[in-house]
């Protein structure tokens, strides 16, 4: 998870990986994942952005990390509309942990601030409609210094099996190698899958092995539902340009990666927090829809706009981010501090998000050739465009030939579906 001056923390991963070939030739049946989750992005809310490793249950008892803030968040995530909309799973990150296992080489939750513990958080989350995730580390200690998994892979992924967990985050701190880090990654996938618990596997293996070696997308696609390339998300304009940059600078080797039970994970939203402007929350939500992004609110939903919330819950874009298709989307171009991202969806359909960069002056048009977009099909013969953000609004019927012009506002997006009139057509045609 932390990167730090764009170097490798220390890795521990020092005990017996000598093994590892022997262990993992050893279970039957899972050499590669295929458990049939992840087939469109993963959606839920993740702690880590806006909560931290806060564990200071004194002073801050509504913002620490506890069973309680939990607990609250699974009755929002229930009560206020995000679960019918797709945000099902509710993700503890780092610092959940008690400083030691158990007297049987268990993980434990920190006895004040979890005293339930994490079955009985499992089972009150699962009671209201929503699935579990939780934090471990491939190293010997989470990036945080709680107790990693380094040598205790079949074990940790039984006690979350036995907990009733959903979904696990699986960060790369405290290995020693590259070689280590892979084999640690690929052991608790193996581990997982031998449980026969359906558990979501988000990894940040890549994110770990840039810094010295291209990595292996059909390799770590092989073992992991997604995975994380860059660094942590802030709540900051700069940090979500960063990621922009990084992707579509290492598009060609990143997009063709991902797909249904597969996808790059960006990291966290950060919209309804405090660094983003309203205009720069909507280029969020649109690019991490048209990047087939999984979706990780990192806020709090007791304290959160109604613009926000209306935003994350824009049923329009869920549904691009969403497609069954499966495509992830990328930069078609850049010029003069205008890009245009174009996904391509189910039925024949795109999104195309036209991104303002410029940081100065007022809201700017640009027009586009439609016959540029979709590889030259999108809109031939012809298409129904329908702007989804900033204001869902239909512009109507466009020929092939034709030109859309759009108005950006500074750091802001038009976020565009476009609908191929023949597909359309033939569908109506059915329905007859």
């Known amino acids: 998870m932390r990167l730090t001056g764009g170097r490798l923390q220390p890795l521990g991963c020092v005990l017996a990986l000598s093994l590892m070939a022997l262990v993992l030739w050893e279970i039957p049946g899972a050499w590669a994942l295929d458990n049939g989750l992840a087939m469109t992005p993963t959606m839920g809310w993740l702690h880590w952005e806006r909560f931290m490793c806060n564990t200071d249950c004194t002073e801050e008892p509504d913002s620490c990390i506890s069973e309680n803030l939990f607990m609250q968040m699974a009755d929002l995530m229930d009560s206020d509309g995000w679960k019918e909309v797709g945000y099902e799973y509710l993700c503890i990150d780092d610092c959940w942990m008690a400083p030691q296992r158990d007297s049987k080489g268990r993980l434990q939750a920190d006895p004040k601030r979890f ?34 998994s380094l040598g205790h892979y079949d074990i940790d992924a039984e006690t979350f099996a036995d907990w009733g967990v959903d979904l696990l985050k699986f960060d790369g701190c405290h290995c020693d190698t590259v070689e280590q880090l892979a084999d640690g990654y690929k ?29 292996n997308y059909t390799e770590i696609r092989q073992y992991c539902n997604h995975w994380r390339n860059f660094g942590d998300i802030y709540d900051s304009w700069q940090s979500v340009k960063s990621i922009l940059d990084w992707t579509s600078s290492n598009q060609r080797t990143v997009v063709s990666a991902a797909g249904p039970g597969g996808w790059n994970d960006p990291d966290m939203l950060v919209i309804g927090n405090f660094g983003l402007s309203w205009d720069q929350q909507i280029t969020q939500m649109a690019l991490w829809a048209i990047m087939a992004a999984p979706l990780f609110m990192s806020n709090d939903l007791r304290h959160i706009s109604l613009q926000a919330k209306t935003l994350l819950q824009n049923k329009d874009v869920i549904a691009i981010n969403q497609d069954p298709l499966g495509k992830q989307g990328y930069l078609l171009r850049k010029e003069d501090n205008i890009e245009v991202w174009e996904r391509p969806l189910s039925k024949l359909a795109w999104a195309v998000a036209v991104v303002n960069l410029q940081e100065i002056g ?61 597909t359309e057509t033939n569908g109506a045609k059915d329905l007859k």
């Open 115 to 148: 005293p339930s513990g994490i079955r009985h958080l499992s089972n009150y989350v699962h009671s209201k409609g929503l699935k579990l995730g939780i934090y471990a580390d491939v190293g010997k200690k989470t990036c945080a210094g709680y107790p990693g």
């Open 187 to 215: 052991h608790m996938s193996l581990s997982l899958n031998k449980t026969g618990r359906s558990i979501v596997y988000s990894c940040e293996w890549p994110l770990y092995m840039w810094p010295f070696k291209k990595p």
């Open 362 to 422: 007022g809201p700017r048009s640009y027009t586009i050739s439609l016959a540029s977009l979709g590889q030259g099909v999108a809109c031939n013969p012809a298409c129904h465009i329908t702007e989804l953000l900033p204001v869902k609004t239909k512009l109507g019927f466009y020929e092939w030939t034709s030109f859309v012009k759009t108005r950006i506002n500074p750091t802001g997006t038009v976020l565009l579906q476009l609908k191929n009139f023949t």
